[in-house]
């Protein structure tokens, strides 16, 4: 019976496909280096490759994608002349530094779990510590077999190679394979990015490429400028640009490294394997604190708007409370006198609304308001529209360059939603919850307050409360509102100066 292939199938099929390739280039790249500075290993950077697309990887693909790199890198010695004997050992030694890091790390989903904090440091333990140490020691006693080298020297070479090749690229391939949220950049800000980049591997290669002059120093303002630019993303992409640069121009005695007169090749490695393992331990820490600090700032401020919005907004209707409607109307107030504009303001009262509350509870009465709000909130679609609580059962909207026909027009169709709600309220004469208005629009001048619109929208609604409730007063002719189902037509429900 044949297995139907599914897209998810295709796509960790590719992603074996590419890490065989990625491996493949990255061994046969490390073997050139060491082969260029007489088989003094310089930098390995296949067991990161492989770890990284394991830990985000699906769990049922940990063991092919394990096999299938292993036997990439095996294959890459045969080609490079090695016996099949010792690339059979160095595979086991290559395994075993990949199983410290798989027994270690966790598996990542997503590029916050790489990013936090115990994350980058059992990455910077198990990853760039015991796990090469642990291919060291195995590796050591073969090295000294193969080339008479003294067995701590084997080991410091095997170590700071294995050390440096995944400083270089287990964060790395971490960071392109877990997927993060897209922010959309402006084209001045991604010309800066580019621009950034740019300065560093321009940097980078003008000071491993000549050989006269000790330039390290210049590499320093360019990945500051682009650790400070991208946060931790930049110590990572930086530091493993800068490193692998210097490995291949290092490994063609070039660049600073290869300034020292009498030095031997081996030397010359160590010397670069400690100045990378320096920049990584530098700019790693600092682009995540940097990546630490931005972090907080945004919780600070989002923390510092919700406690701004808590001091205008009314905890139980969630619209703006007197403090909100106060700072709302003096904006409005002033942007209406400026640009000669009207202002108007709907003021209204819940009917019968302490009736309510004494026949079905506080909790029925505060659902009530609830409902009420929502019902101004979805009624007004300005920009500078605000509704607000006034009092316990009162609410405002402030109608900003509204003419008094149009708030009149407002107020009927609230009137109207807020009846189809159809809330229940024996106690009322018309059976169910309705509202009062009042309503006043004035162009404000030099000479007046907004204290004066208050004053006029809560005589109107005065006026709509003493006429029988259920009412809108304005100093406009009035039209009526449609009858409620079930309720008397004579009874005195109409919307009536």
Not at 296 to 308: H, R, S
């Given at each position: 019976m044949s297995v139907p292939i599914t897209r998810r199938t295709l796509r960790e099929a590719r992603s074996l496909?590419?890490?065989?390739?990625?491996?493949?280039?990255?061994?046969?790249?490390?073997s050139r280096l060491s082969l260029a500075v007489g088989t003094v290993s310089c930098i390995w950077i296949a067991n990161g490759i492989i770890s990284a697309f394991i830990l985000t990887a699906p769990v049922g693909w940990t063991i092919p994608l394990f096999v299938a790199g292993q036997v990439t890198s095996m294959g890459v010695d045969l080609v490079l002349g090695n016996t099949f004997y010792w690339a059979c050992w160095f595979a086991v030694c290559n395994s075993a530094e990949v199983l410290v890091m798989l027994l270690s790390l966790r598996h990542f989903d997503r590029r916050s779990e790489v990013t936090s904090k115990r994350a980058m440091w059992r990455i910077a333990f198990f990853g760039l510590f015991l796990g090469p140490l642990t291919a060291a020691l195995l590796a050591a006693p073969a090295v000294r077999i193969m080339e008479?080298?003294?067995?701590?020297?084997?080991?410091?070479?095997?170590?700071?190679?294995?050390?440096?090749?995944?400083?270089?690229?287990?964060?790395?391939?971490?960071?392109?394979?877990?997927?993060?949220?897209?922010?959309?950049?402006?084209?001045?800000?991604?010309?800066v990015d580019i621009a950034c980049g740019s300065l560093l591997v321009a940097v980078a290669l003008a000071v491993f490429w000549q050989t006269k002059y000790p330039l390290l120093f210049l590499l320093f303002p360019p990945l500051v400028a682009v650790l400070f630019r991208f946060k931790l993303a930049g110590a990572i992409y930086g530091t493993s640009v800068v490193v692998v640069l210097a490995a291949a121009f290092t490994a063609e005695d070039r660049g600073p490294f290869a300034?020292?007169?009498?030095?031997?090749?081996?030397?010359?490695?160590?010397?670069?394997?400690?100045?990378?393992?320096?920049?990584?331990?530098?700019?790693?820490?600092?682009?995540?604190?940097?990546?630490d600090r931005h972090r907080?700032?945004?919780?600070?401020?989002?923390?510092?708007?919700?406690?701004?919005d808590l001091a205008v907004l009314d905890s139980l209707t969630g619209v703006h409370n007197r403090r909100g409607?106060?700072?709302s109307m003096e904006s409005e107030w002033a942007s209406a006198r400026a640009s000669g504009g009207d202002l108007s303001l709907l003021y209204l009262d819940i009917d019968f609304f302490k009736r309510f509350n004494d026949t079905y509870g506080h909790q029925l009465g505060d659902d009530c308001l609830r409902a009420v709000a929502g019902t101004l909130v979805e009624s007004v679609?300005?920009?500078?529209?605000?509704?607000?609580?006034?009092?316990?059962?009162?609410f405002v909207i402030l109608l900003p360059a509204t003419s008094a026909a149009s708030a009149r027009a407002t107020a009927d169709r609230i009137a109207a939603i807020i009846q189809d709600l159809k809330i229940p309220h024996r106690e009322s004469p018309f059976g169910?919850?309705?509202?009062?208005?009042?309503?006043?629009?004035?162009?404000?001048?030099?000479?007046?307050?907004?204290?004066?619109?208050?004053?006029?929208?809560?005589?109107?609604?005065?006026?709509?409360?003493q006429g029988g409730r259920n009412r809108i007063e304005t100093t406009y002719e009035p039209e009526r509102l449609p009858p409620i189902p079930g309720t008397d037509p004579q009874c005195p429900i109409a919307l009536v100066m």
């Open positions: 496909l590419l890490m065989c390739l990625l491996v493949c280039g990255g061994a046969w790249a490390s008479g080298r003294p067995l701590l020297e084997a080991l410091r070479i095997w170590f700071l190679a294995d050390a440096l090749g995944c400083a270089a690229t287990l964060p790395l391939m971490l960071f392109l394979l877990t997927p993060e949220k897209r922010n959309t950049r402006a084209a001045g800000a991604l010309v300034l020292f007169p009498g030095a031997t090749p081996t030397e010359r490695v160590m010397l670069f394997q400690i100045f990378g393992l320096v920049i990584f331990a530098s700019c790693v820490p600092l682009g995540f604190s940097i990546e907080l700032e945004g919780t600070l401020k989002q923390a510092n708007q919700k406690l701004g409607f106060d700072a679609r300005g920009t500078g529209d605000c509704v607000a609580r006034y009092g316990g059962e009162e169910i919850v309705t509202a009062s208005f009042g309503i006043a629009t004035v162009r404000p001048s030099n000479d007046g307050n907004p204290n004066g619109l208050i004053h006029l929208a809560d005589n109107a609604l005065y006026a709509a409360k």
